[in-house]
């Protein structure tokens, strides 16, 4: 078994194929026993998306032509970045990446002539890729215009942002134990961590670790989500009695946070159109032993799933463009098209009017997405508002973020976070 050569199948998967990163790596982990492999394979996908549109200008300055063979195109990127990002000695990167090509002669001579010629000229191709915008942010053109264009100020954060590593967060079941508490857990078990000031729940790791070493994990202590993620709770006021719909619940970690925050719910029903996404939810649920109805149905369609009872309040998680989440993952950047981001707002549109109706008067609405984009975020809110007339905006003031037009906008990296966006509407 050559790690290499499966790293590259992966990225082959997600470039030719346009699979996300994270099935394909479900898929061939599976046959990995060691676990080291299995990091050390993760490492190398997940840079390589990271870093690869500067490590493929890079390539195409090593070749006089493009290559075809998009598996040995992928094998050559997890060489590059091997010589360029890891600390692994540049002549076993080198063996090892060109054994991997041992089933195709002709790939293994090019590969080992483009890494060889690669550590000689390395110096002059790190300074072309940083003469390009696009390789110098390992960006895509049309992502680089949009973000500016949002985000003139922010945008290079951004970009650095994207392309880092994401902390681990973790929220604290309140319900079961409050964040000081659970801070002392992890300090006996020797894992550093910080509490976040502005929201009570939330953890911030030092370094990542697998969930079977956090304390309570399995009992429901403990669950794995982003801060910007458990800001959705306590934004959607929810009060004892009420009735709750989580719209696009998957993967299910708002719903649960809904639950442990107002246990006395007279009802939450979770929502999503995928059967494999709602297992899911109740994977998520059951773990942490929480009450839901989980309906699997299309949210544009409400008429086949709801009962005609009124809910007093409704999150809806919009599918979205998640540009806010390249740091988590990386592929967005081979697979979102600036083709995509129209269609996305339309479905948000659709998705709004739908489930509208469903909220009772006095009611609130939590619109949220994990995109930075204003056309996905407050110029939806706008659209929204001018078109129905018993619709109020609540501002939220808060410490993180900052007001747009309309909502509040979480940019990555800041306070650690996802990039998110917030706006609370209430049925007038």
């Known amino acids: 078994m050559n790690i290499r050569l499966i790293a590259a199948q992966v990225l082959s998967r997600v470039i030719q194929d346009g699979q996300s990163l ?11 026993e060691s676990s080291k492999d299995r990091a050390f394979i993760q490492a190398l996908c997940y840079g390589v998306c990271r870093t690869y549109h500067r490590l493929d200008f890079i390539l195409s300055q090593l070749l006089d032509k493009p290559l075809k063979d998009q598996s040995v195109k992928a094998l050559a990127l997890v060489g590059l970045y091997q010589l360029k990002y ?9 063996s090892e990446t060109v054994l991997a090509a041992r089933k195709k002669p002709w790939a293994k001579a090019l590969i080992n002539a483009l890494l060889r010629s690669y550590l000689r000229e390395q110096e002059i191709l790190e300074q072309k890729a940083d ?26 954060h951004i970009f ?26 992890l300090s006996e078990q020797g894992i550093e961590a910080v509490a976040v000031s502005f929201c009570t729940s939330a953890i911030i790791l030092d ?8 304390p309570g994990f399995a009992d429901g202590i403990i669950s794995v989500q982003d801060t ?27 719903a649960a946070h809904i639950l442990e925050t107002q246990p006395q719910l007279k009802e939450l029903v979770a929502v999503d159109i995928e059967a494999s996404r709602m297992q899911r939810v109740s994977d998520t649920l059951q773990r942490l032993k929480l009450p839901a109805k989980l309906v699997v149905g299309d949210a544009a369609k409400p008429e ?12 809806l998680d919009a599918p979205c463009s998640a540009l806010g989440v390249i740091r988590r993952h990386p592929d967005i950047k081979l697979l979102r098209r600036a083709e995509d981001i129209q269609p996305l707002q339309a479905l948000q549109q659709n998705i709004l009017r739908a489930i509208w109706p469903l909220l009772a008067p006095g009611g609130i609405m939590l619109y949220a997405t994990c995109s930075i984009l204003k056309q996905e975020n407050e110029q939806q809110i706008e659209a929204f508002l001018a078109e129905y007339s018993d619709a109020v905006e609540l501002p939220i ?23 998110f966006y917030y706006a609370r509407i209430r049925k007038q």
């Open 22 to 32: 994270t099935a394909a790596l479900d898929s061939a982990l599976q046959a990995v």
């Open 86 to 94: 890891m600390r692994v000695k540049p002549h076993a990167a080198v």
């Open 131 to 156: 003469n390009l915008h696009s390789s110098a942010i390992s960006h895509p053109d049309w992502l680089i215009k949009q973000i500016e264009q949002d985000w003139p100020q922010q945008a290079p």
């Open 160 to 185: 650095q942002e994207n392309n880092r590593q994401p902390p681990m967060a973790l929220r604290v079941n309140l319900a079961r134990i409050s964040q000081d508490q659970y801070l002392q857990q």
């Open 207 to 214: 370094k990542p670790v697998a969930v079977d070493l956090l």
């Open 228 to 254: 910007a993620a458990q800001l959705a709770a306590g934004l959607l006021d929810v009060q004892p009695g009420q009735r709750v719909l989580d719209v696009c619940a998957a993967p299910g970690g708002k």
């Open 304 to 315: 086949d799933w709801w009962d005609g009872q009124f809910f007093e309040r409704i999150l």
């Open 397 to 419: 003031d808060a410490e993180w973020g900052f007001a747009g037009s309309h909502g509040r906008q979480i940019m990555t990296g800041e306070s650690s976070m996802d990039g």
